[in-house]
Every structure is written in C-alpha cells, then in structure tokens.
C-alpha cells in the first residue's frame, strides 16, 4: 500500500505563462525613425577647425596605433571589471601610455583606479591649468574613457570600446604634438574614468579637481546608430525604509503597524503619480524587504527606487514629489520612515554643446559615417551617464557611434559580443580619430573656441552639482 498522500488540488494546475510582450510600440518608434532618416541631416559646422594637412596626418597617426588599440580592446573585453575594482583594466591602460613615453599618474583625483595624463604643444606653459591661465593662449581639452563593465554581462555597454576610442586619440594628439609642437597649440588631458555603470565615479573625480581649469571635454560611447546628440536623463537613487511594530497577525493585528502596508501604498503612489509627469520622467522601485512570515505584522520594509527626468530642474521638482510620496505613505500606514537620497552622487543630463558636436560630424564624415541629428532616435529610448555632471561643468560632447545593429540594446550580453566585432574595431578607430579631430578644431580655431564657451554660457554656465540638489 503507498502511503503517498494525495497531491493537492491545485498541485496539478499547469503552470502558468507569462503573457507575451508587444512589440507593437517599438515597431512604431522604428517606423518614425526610418522615416525620419529619409530626410534628415546634421547641419555639420561652420567653423574651420584645424588645416586638411593636420587632419590627414592625424588619421595616419589614428591607423598606425591602431592594432595596439584593438589588443587593448579585446583584452579589456576579457578581463571585464566592475565598477571600482578596474585594476588591471587601469594598469593596462597606463601600461600602453607608458610605451608610447608617456608618464601617467595612476590613482588620482579621489580614486585609485582613475588615470590622468597630459601632453601640450606650444601656447601653454609647465603647470598652467590653460592657455588664459598663462597667458599664452591654447584652450584645455579632455579627452575621457571609461573601461568598468557590467555584473554577470561584462562589457555589455561597450566601455572597452570607449577606452579604446579616448585613449587612441590621446596617443593620436601625443604622437602629432612630438613630431611638431606647434601642432597641438594648447594642452590636452587623458581622464580614464572609472565607476559609470551605476555609480558616478566621474563625479567623485570632479569633486577632487578633475576638471578645474578644462575648457571642455569630450568623449563618445558605442551604440545601435551613429548619432550625434541622443537624449541622456539625470538619474538619482533613493533608498525608503519605513519602521513600524510586530503583531500577530491573526490574534492582535489591531496592536502593529504595518511596515509593508506603507512601502505598497509609496508603489502605488508613485505609479499613480506617473500619468502627472512629463513623458521622459522615469521612476523605476523594488521592495527590497517586507517582512519574513505571513502570520506576523511586518515592522519593517525597504524599497530601492531610480528616479530620472531629462533636465536638471525637472528633476529636482520629481525628487521633491517623490520624497513627498514617500513620507505621505508613512503616515497613512502609521509608521515612521527613513528617506535616503542618493548614495552615490547624482547623475545630470548631458549639456551637448552644438559648436563642438558639428566638428565631431565633420570628423565622421571624413570616416564615411553620417551621424544624426537629435531627435531622429526617440527620446523615449533614454538612459543615464555620469558624463552629465561633467557637462555641467565644461562644455562637453558625449555622441554615439555605431558598433552593433539597432535592435542590439545595451546591457545586454548580445552587445557585449558585439563590442569584440569587426564593426566595433572600426568604430574604435573611426571614434578616436572623431575625438582627435574635435580636439584638434577646438584649439586651432578660436572662433570654434569662442562660440563653444559662449554657447556654454549662454545655456546657463556651470552648476555646483554637489548643492544643486540641497
């Protein structure tokens, strides 16, 4: 006889499957693109840049590094690192540096794995922070990389390729201003920059005088397309934890309060909250912690939240709705509630400056690429970058160059394969000569130099992001 006991009723049910997603959306966005793409064109720039002489000799000097920066690339692709741990991705960058005969200093501006080296040409002298500072004239650019990659998906967003693309057109600016001073007429500085995925490592950097004296910075990232300006959203992260007491869940209920009840009521509040936001206003939350069993009243419950907007007003006024919700919550539930802004600095939206933007356009032409200009991606398909805080500081680009196909989205494993391609070893290259070139323009054409920093201004100067959000 088995004493097996008799399945549950409802042990038997099949189970159940999740619900297929619709692509329908996305569909539309792609057909708005490929119209938009029929008839759109960046303007390009007005201003003359650097001579065609300088620009030739430029992308042979691009080439004959390139090899070594392919290694690099797809040695960094196998050894990913994550945020803050990029040790040997560091090391091997300062070690390339160092066969080229430049010294760079590891371990700098806060952080032991940024990396900061120079060179300059004539129009600058020893320790100036810029051409006005000494008084000889020649701007200050900056040239960045970025190099951590991604838990459990490695270089899923391409940062090999953009430590690659600003450290070729580094050696690219080194190699000309050796060769002929006079041909880098100012200062360059190379910024490897750790920490982007998730944490603001540029920012940490900032905050220990990475880019005082820079008159601006550039940098580009690998993407499904080759645009020229893509939308990039502030992003602040909130930590909520709500306190209340233990019951029994059945025998006195009436004597707790519950902990839970408050982290769902925060949930549906900000989803309600949503249909009263602007379209590119993002709140994304999980409720970390709720209690442990059923039969007692929670006492304690934690949710993670991202809250993002596409302006750095707009996102100050969402922080201050979404903290509202926050502790309104806490007193509907009866209980007590800590609310804990932003473990990590900030991140700002991209500031893209228009006059340095048209001479990266230029440069990809040169290389066969056209990039697009802004808006013909939607803006809805919008993440975040630290790269922000820097373009609140200087003026700055941040483009995108494509490596992968469209429907390749980043952070993915499938981009990651594509960041090791035949079509990412292009981009690098055509990427590190964009990046030369635009620094190349800025500092031998003071009209460009002028109308960068006047345009800077004018869209409202520097901010102090450490008190912006105070």
Request: hydrophobic share 40%.
């Amino acid at each position: 006889m088995s004493t097996q006991s008799a399945p549950h009723p409802e042990s038997s049910r099949p189970e159940s499957q999740h619900t297929e997603v619709s692509t329908a959306y996305l569909r539309q966005l792609d057909d708005e693109r490929e119209s938009a793409m029929r008839t759109a064109s960046h303007p390009g720039s007005s201003f003359d840049g650097a001579s065609s002489a300088l620009h030739d000799r430029l992308e042979e000097l691009v080439a004959a590094d390139g090899p070594g920066m392919i290694d690099l690339m797809l040695d960094l692709a196998e050894h990913p690192e994550v945020a803050f741990q990029e040790h040997r991705s560091a090391r091997a960058i300062v070690d390339v540096l160092a066969e080229h005969g430049i010294e760079a200093q590891l371990g700098v501006h806060g952080l032991d794995t940024a990396i900061r080296a120079e060179i300059s040409g004539t129009g600058v002298g020893s320790g100036a922070a810029s051409g006005e500072a000494d008084g000889t004239g020649g701007p200050t650019l900056a040239i960045l990389s970025e190099y951590d990659a991604l838990p459990g998906v490695g270089h899923g967003c391409g940062h090999n390729v953009i430590a690659v693309m600003g450290l070729g057109a580094f050696l690219a600016l080194a190699a000309l201003a050796k060769a002929d001073p006079s041909a880098v007429p100012g200062r360059v500085v190379f910024l490897g920059t750790p920490a982007e995925e998730g944490h603001t490592g540029k920012e940490y950097m900032a905050r220990e005088g990475a880019f005082e004296g820079l008159d601006a910075a550039v940098m580009a990232h690998p993407y499904g397309y080759d645009l020229a300006d893509q939308t990039w959203l502030g992003r602040r992260t909130l930590t909520v934890e709500y306190h209340g007491h233990t019951a029994h869940a059945s025998a006195q209920p009436f004597m707790g309060r519950n902990a839970l009840d408050a982290a769902n009521l925060m949930y549906q509040g900000i989803g309600l909250m949503r249909q009263q936001t602007p379209p590119s206003d993002r709140i994304h939350a999980v409720i970390r912690e709720g209690g442990e069993r059923a039969s007692v009243v929670p006492d304690y419950a934690k949710l993670d939240l991202y809250v993002r907007s596409q302006r750095p007003e707009t996102l100050k006024d969402l922080s201050t709705r979404v903290d509202d919700v926050a502790r309104g919550a806490a007193l509907m539930a009866g209980v007590g509630v800590t609310v804990s802004w932003d473990e990590h600095p900030p991140s700002l939206p991209v500031r893209t400056n228009e006059a340095l933007t048209g001479r990266w356009v230029q440069a990809q032409r040169r290389r066969g690429r056209d990039p697009l200009p802004f808006g013909v991606v939607s803006p809805i398909l919008a993440a975040s970058t630290d790269f922000g805080n820097v373009s609140y500081r200087v003026p700055g680009i941040h483009p995108v160059i494509r490596i992968a196909p469209p429907e390749v989205a980043l952070h993915t494993r499938e981009f990651a394969t594509w960041a090791v391609s035949k079509d990412a070893r292009t981009a690098a290259a055509d990427g590190a000569y964009g990046l030369a070139a635009t620094v190349l323009d800025a500092l031998h054409d003071p009209q460009l130099a002028t109308a960068m920093a006047t345009e800077f201004e004018e869209a409202g100067g520097a901010i102090d992001v450490p008190s912006f959000f105070d």
